[in-house]
């Protein structure tokens, strides 16, 4: 094979450690199309044979649908850990450690929960676990890409907002502006890997010592967070994020 078609969701995390496993690739003098797309516009590339690498599925829940074996796609490496969970802006933290804890009296957490669409039924799972609609706690569901901004909004005034998200992304770069509060009755679910999938068919043309190389490629949240931020907040595009990664100069020394 001299070209290899490698799809991601088009979201800047995703695009961003796309980038990154191309060098790889590219290591190997393949040419590389990207598809990005929705979820459901990703699914129909792969039942087409469209798609041969794909970054990154988040298994084994969130992405489970991306494993029908008509997609004809196989779990490959371990790139990094997604975990949701909630956290307090580490300047209103005020000793909360705990999810437990708000159900207590004597704190001034935000009682609405201004949480994304994607992670609304999670939300909702927290809430009834704790019994924190009996405290006042009201859920407010809006899309993405707004509750990005008004939890990056909050760190920045130290707003004592609750923030429900998925780590890595550019909110947890650099681990001090977020407190994380502990979920002890396992509400929010568990963590995920974040795995590559090859296409079957594909997989025998493909050269094994790359494989191998790409099955032992490990980014971690840290990595996948700084390239996120890389992009949204220095506004570079994903291969340069990538090759500040390669180079060792996209994380702080």
Known sequence: MTSVTLGHLDETLHEATAAAVARVLEAYELEIEYVPGTHEALMAHMRNGDIDLFVSAWLPDVDAAYLDPALGMEPLGDLYRPEFGWHLPTSAATGLTSIAELAADGHDVNR?????????????????????????????????????????????????????????????????NLTPLADPKGALGTAQTARMLVRRAVRPELDSDMLDELDELTLGNKVVSALDHAMRVEGMSADAAAEAWQRGKLLPR
């Open 112 to 176: 609405e929960i201004v949480t994304a669409q994607s992670v609304l039924d999670r939300v909702r799972h927290g809430v009834a676990a704790y019994n924190l609609t009996e405290h006042g706690f009201t859920i407010a569901a809006r899309p993405d890409e707004d509750v990005v901004e008004y939890a990056d909004q909050a760190i920045r005034t130290g707003d004592p907002a609750i923030i429900a998200l998925w780590q890595p992304n550019f909110l947890h770069y650099g681990s001090t």
